[in-house]
């Protein structure tokens, strides 16, 4: 069956995406500890555009801590719901996530030692550094042991699981080691932006957008996937490449993201499968719209998670988590628990 008739769907879901985004980045803007009109926030981010950025305290919480928070917020959500999509797609199954190759689970370990290395060893901008190298580390120790398999895919699946489980000892035997500092380790894993700099979001935006163009120059090759890899290789597509393209996209955007935010999980699970039953399977419009799913998401998660328990700050993966595993609870079941597409 073509996929054609559901990418004309597509174009009309992505405008309607890219306003809710917009809305709720608006929204996010406006509440907090001090209120604002949809005028107010408009006037001062053009007036900041301007350069002429008035010294007030209004102005300073928009532009110093919640705008830089909320395009953090949008980058994450979108970076992970892309990387979710190629997950997806590296697995060719539709309940897979970045977090089962173990990604997430390296990433936390070296985030979480370089942590418990600051002022001691190494300053805190080098924890990011850290997290990004095991996360990396780990990408690539899994890879040489699936290119080993007969089959990459369930290879690559096996020694994820089994290296993600490996890390988490390590990130429990770090925690039992961190003293005073547990609390904040322990708050931290969690998932959340309440740290969010513009350094970090100007970290961030780069690196979502270059997913955004990878996952689009690939998505024909990733629509020739579905249909198998002898499929695949009769039309051009070397299968054995793209694999390690999206591999490489999952690796480099989940440990990125992960250093910068915790752990946050459900979105790069939830947002593309749920987008593959409005929209079908084609990828080319399932990038887009899996881009600004985890960004609305992850947006309107981090909003309820500093709004909810004001003045205290709910850990947005625990947020995420909750709304999360009944979705994928209804999805499991949906699909008779596991029975392949």
């Known amino acids: 069956m073509s996929c054609e008739p559901r990418f004309v769907s597509a174009r009309l879901i992505l405008p309607a995406?890219?306003?809710?985004?917009?809305?709720?980045?608006?929204?996010?803007?406006?509440?907090?500890?001090?209120s604002m009109s949809p005028g107010d926030v408009l006037h001062r981010l053009v007036d900041a555009v301007r350069g002429e950025v008035p010294n007030d305290p209004g102005s300073r919480i928009l532009l110093t801590t919640r705008l830089p928070r909320v395009i953090m917020a949008l980058a994450v959500g979108a970076s992970m719901g892309?990387?979710?999509?190629?997950?997806?797609?590296?697995?060719?199954?539709?309940?897979?996530?970045?977090?089962?190759?173990?990604?997430?689970?390296?990433?936390?370990?070296?985030?979480?030692?370089?942590?418990?290395?600051?002022?001691?060893?190494?300053?805190?901008?080098?924890?990011?550094?850290?997290?990004?190298?095991t996360g990396l580390l780990v990408a690539g120790m899994v890879f040489m042991l699936a290119r080993r398999g007969r089959h990459f895919g369930a290879s690559l699946l096996l020694a994820g699981i089994a290296i993600s489980a490996f890390c988490s000892a390590l990130t429990a035997g770090a925690l039992y080691l961190a003293g005073e500092r547990l609390q904040s380790l322990v708050f931290w894993l969690m998932g959340g932006l309440w740290q969010a700099t513009w350094r970090d979001a100007l970290m961030m935006m780069p690196l979502c957008a270059a997913c955004l163009v990878v996952l689009t120059l690939l998505a024909p090759a990733m629509n020739a996937a579905l249909l198998g890899e002898r499929s695949a290789r009769d039309v051009g597509v070397n299968i054995r490449r793209l694999q390690y393209a999206l591999l490489a996209v999952v690796a480099v955007t989940t440990s990125v993201a992960v250093s910068l935010t915790g752990v946050i999980g459900f979105v790069g699970l939830i947002v593309p499968h749920l987008l593959r039953l409005v929209i079908g399977a084609d990828h080319r419009g399932l990038v887009p719209a899996s881009a600004l799913g985890g960004a609305i998401l992850l947006v309107v998660a981090d909003t309820l998670a500093r709004t909810l328990a004001s003045p205290a700050e709910i850990p947005v993966g625990i947020l995420t988590a909750l709304v999360g595993t009944p979705i994928f609870l209804w999805l499991l079941q949906r699909r008779g628990f596991g029975r392949q597409a």
């Open 17 to 34: 995406l890219l306003v809710v985004a917009a809305s709720a980045g608006l929204g996010a803007m406006m509440v907090g500890s001090v």
């Open 82 to 133: 892309m990387a979710g999509l190629a997950a997806q797609t590296l697995f060719r199954n539709p309940l897979a996530s970045p977090y089962v190759v173990g990604v997430s689970n390296g990433a936390a370990v070296g985030a979480v030692v370089g942590m418990l290395l600051v002022g001691k060893v190494i300053g805190f901008s080098a924890v990011p550094a850290f997290s990004i190298a």
